[in-house]
């Protein structure tokens, strides 16, 4: 993917010219605790959400982090359409679309349905933080989610999580997206192991 190719960059200060480093990102500067400030100039965004001020808001935030191209969608309907000629790094996908299942939308393009690879991170943003919500958007095959109200800190972490997230990805019958078995962060998976084999 991609995203997978994002490069750290360094000011010479003697004359100023920009010098691209292969990953992983060399002298990484610390936006917040453990989160790296990358690059984002090389990545591209589509943007699915149809509320126009969330949208501007959005699209404000991501000039802020300098991020190279965004293109957003404001008709749900017209969504699938849309998402293969703007060939994404990342879809950000907000799931409480009006007349739009979210949840289907996402598992449509996990399917291959909207033209592009079906391994495309997506990073999703929902209203609704129950658990019973956020175990349904990774069944569906979500990269990372966030919870609203969004902030810049938020959408920044959100974006460096799928940069930086190196499950690989599963396509079986009934479910396509990054491996449910690791919850990478930024510093790894931080949680308990629960698998069998982990405690064999």
Same mark, same amino acid.
């Given at each position: 993917?991609?995203?997978?190719?994002?490069?750290?960059?360094?000011?010479?200060?003697?004359?100023?010219?920009?010098? *691209?480093?292969?990953?992983?990102?060399?002298?990484?500067?610390?936006?917040?605790?453990?989160?790296?400030?990358?690059?984002?100039?090389?990545?591209?965004?589509?943007?699915?959400?149809?509320?126009?001020?969330?949208?501007?808001?959005?699209?404000?935030?991501?000039?802020? @982090?300098?991020?190279?191209?965004?293109?957003?969608?404001?008709?749900?309907?017209?969504?699938?359409?849309?998402?293969?000629?703007?060939?994404?790094?990342?879809?950000?996908?907000?799931?409480?679309?009006?007349?739009?299942?979210?949840?289907?939308?996402?598992?449509?393009?996990?399917?291959?349905?909207?033209?592009?690879?079906?391994?495309?991170?997506?990073?999703?943003?929902?209203?609704?933080?129950?658990?019973?919500?956020?175990?349904? *958007?990774?069944?569906?095959?979500?990269?990372? @989610?966030?919870?609203?109200?969004?902030?810049?800190?938020?959408?920044?972490?959100?974006?460096?999580?799928?940069? @930086?997230?190196?499950?690989?990805?599963?396509?079986?019958?009934?479910?396509?997206?990054?491996?449910?078995?690791?919850?990478?962060?930024?510093?790894?998976?931080?949680?308990?192991?629960?698998?069998?084999?982990?405690?064999?």
């Amino acid at each position: 993917m991609a995203v997978g190719q994002v490069h750290s960059q360094e000011t010479n200060l003697r004359d100023a010219t920009v010098v *691209a480093r292969a990953e992983p990102p060399a002298r990484r500067r610390s936006f917040a605790r453990d989160v790296p400030a990358l690059d984002l100039s090389a990545i591209s965004l589509f943007v699915i959400n149809d509320n126009e001020f969330v949208r501007t808001y959005m699209e404000r935030l991501f000039s802020i @982090m300098r991020v190279g191209r965004v293109v957003t969608c404001s008709d749900p309907l017209s969504a699938r359409e849309e998402i293969a000629p703007a060939n994404p790094d990342i879809i950000v996908l907000d799931l409480d679309l009006t007349g739009v299942d979210g949840l289907e939308l996402l598992r449509d393009i996990r399917r291959g349905g909207a033209g592009v690879p079906s391994d495309v991170a997506v990073l999703v943003a929902s209203a609704y933080v129950d658990r019973g919500y956020v175990q349904r *958007a990774r069944e569906s095959g979500a990269s990372w @989610m966030l919870v609203k109200p969004l902030s810049f800190r938020r959408l920044y972490e959100g974006l460096v999580r799928v940069i @930086m997230d190196e499950r690989p990805f599963v396509e079986i019958e009934t479910f396509a997206g990054p491996d449910r078995r690791h919850l990478v962060g930024i510093n790894g998976y931080d949680g308990a192991d629960r698998r069998a084999d982990a405690r064999a």
